[in-house]
């Protein structure tokens, strides 16, 4: 296929997802050149590595010694891509799959119309082309969170349905991203302390305080076949998104919020972990409580303001092994 400009597609993985043949036979069929689609062993097993090697033998294949988290892995990618020089970087999840091949060339047209924006992202279908997954969000904001989730969390019918139309948005979410390349050098690519989750916030955060934008194209893109497991409340995912939205406060200067999204989840999680009592899931809880506290602590009263320890997880079990 013929793209409008030189642009590269990176996708990362840890593990051999079950989506992942039909992930890598959809963007190399895109892609202008087998070499353009960008593949990141993010340290995952030898089945993964034979697998891409054999099936996918003409992609650039970038392979390294550990899983290193999601940040990580995709920022080893995205500097393949920008030594070779690519106009543009499109950044995909292992667990999706193209749903519309002339994808890429509607994000590329329009950033054409959108010059300032580092951001394009498509629309993306959850799971089954029926159901669209939001993609568009605005910055972490504790009021927000009163006064919009808890509602939301009470009477899901209240959630407010996103139009589909063409516009400037605070930031994507990560699953299928066109990045600007002279966007990226100049503000920098992920923050890898975030290892992933809201590590897009930041990532956007840091684009607009460059001068760049987020914006949504609503062209159907790809379909995310994204796992029903793993997302549990004392889950290593549970923890990113804890952790990585005080880490954004600090970085971002709200230290007062901060402070008050650590104590109001720190508190959930204590409500959750009083109701699981003895069982085998309140074990799991009373150590997320522990894991999370520490974390917290570490951040908001350690001596450097934002920085924290850093967890390790099995590529194996896809869950949290170690804390650092």
Known sequence: MKLLKRTAVVVSAHRP????????????????????LIFVNNGSSPSLDRLVSEKFRGITLVNMDENRLFCAGYNAGIRTALAANYDFILIANADTEVANPDFINELLSAADRWPKAAFLGPLVYYRDRNTTQNTRFSFPSVMRNVTTWIPWRILPALR????????????????????????????????????????????????????????????????????????????????????????????????FSAFLYALASLCLAALRLLRSGSSSTGKEHRQFCKNLNRSYRSMLFGSSSHQSPKPAISAEKGRLEIWQ
């Open 17 to 36: 997802y079950a989506t992942i043949e039909l992930c890598l036979q959809g963007f190399r069929s895109i892609v202008e050149r087998e070499e353009d």
């Open 160 to 255: 407010r349905r996103h139009r589909l139309q063409e516009t400037q948005v605070d930031y994507l979410n990560g699953v299928c991203v066109l990045c600007r390349s002279s966007a990226l050098r100049e503000f920098g690519l992920m923050d890898e302390d975030y290892g992933g989750y809201v590590e897009d916030a930041d990532w956007s955060w840091r684009a607009m305080k460059s001068g760049w934008i987020s914006v949504f194209i609503p062209v159907p893109g790809i379909i995310h076949h994204e796992e029903q497991q793993g997302y549990g409340h004392s889950s290593f995912k549970s923890f990113l998104l804890k952790r990585n939205t005080v880490l954004w406060y600090l970085k971002a200067g709200y230290k």
